[in-house]
């Protein structure tokens, strides 16, 4: 298994966790958006974000989106996940570049800002999506993640996320992973997560030591009896078609067709998440 997401339990049922390796989801979003390294880190940590999020939903047609505006020069990320570990997103300036922060690191929350809202929509095949929003806190998604849960659903949650990007621009290592405490909270079991998080290092180094997604989510829960539940595998995917492109064209109505196939001989669709290109002839419009 290549990019993988585990689930882990512990303090009887009391506490969840996941953990993930995403390198190839992350570099797969790099190659379709030829980003720039602190793009890459932005879309890559909310990629990996969108697919623990998308897991803990229960329903095969569940779909989870993230959205990110916050008002700097990134102009936004989307990312889309389903609970079977398939993941797509974009940024709005796969370009940006801007210099190191003042540690040296890529500066994700510069590119991302803190002028805005993470929004988080669930659509379980209900007749009104479930939609949460919370105004950006850092602009370094894990802790707008954390603010999130701890927000919109009452839910104590750590997050972490790393994107290492290599110096040839491809990406090292990417990963992740969440814990949660399911209410009514444990006091006790807060105390073990807070002295372990403390011990753990940063998601990209534990990875680049060669811990497993399985081991991240023990360290996490150490002294809670904590058990791995399931694994599964993670991707980058879009599920884009020339029938479905053609579904959205027709939601533009009969006059913006007409107009669209009187203009040009021939109109492109540009599909967001990967990039592919279905073109359409005036005839094939009208």
């Known amino acids: 298994m290549s990019d993988y997401i585990v689930r ?168 992740g992973y969440m814990i949660q405490l399911v209410p009514p909270v444990n006091e006790a079991a807060i105390d073990f997560i807070e002295e372990n998080i403390k011990d753990m290092q940063s998601v990209t180094k534990m990875l680049e030591d060669g811990l497993s997604p399985e081991e991240i989510a023990l360290k996490g829960l150490k002294g809670l009896d904590g058990e791995i539940l399931d694994s599964w595998e993670a991707q980058y995917y879009c599920d884009c078609s020339r029938e479905r492109t053609e579904q959205v064209l027709i939601t533009l109505g009969k006059d913006e067709l007409t107009k669209l196939a009187e203009e040009e001989p021939v109109t492109e669709v540009c599909c967001h998440f990967c990039d592919n290109k279905y073109r359409f002839t005036s005839e094939e419009l009208k």
């Open 8 to 175: 882990a339990t512990a303090a009887n049922s009391q506490i969840r966790a996941f953990a993930a390796v995403t390198t190839e989801m992350v570099e797969t979003a790099r190659e379709h958006h030829n980003t720039s390294p602190v793009a890459t880190a932005a879309l890559g940590r909310l990629l990996t974000a969108g697919a623990m999020m998308g897991s803990m939903m229960k329903g095969e047609k569940d779909v989870l989106t993230l959205q990110i505006k916050a008002g700097g020069p990134l102009q936004g990320i989307t990312v889309t996940a389903d609970s079977q570990g398939n993941v797509k997103g974009y940024v709005g300036n796969p370009d940006v570049c801007i210099p190191a922060n003042s540690k040296g690191k890529l500066d994700v929350g510069g590119i991302v800002g803190t002028d805005g809202y993470l929004s988080v929509i669930r659509d379980l095949g209900m007749k009104e999506p479930y939609v949460g929003q919370v105004p950006i806190v850092s602009g370094e998604i894990a802790i707008d993640v954390t603010q999130y849960y701890a927000v919109s659903e009452q839910i104590p949650t750590v997050c972490a996320l790393g994107v290492l990007v290599d110096t040839g621009l491809t990406i090292k290592k990417a990963g």
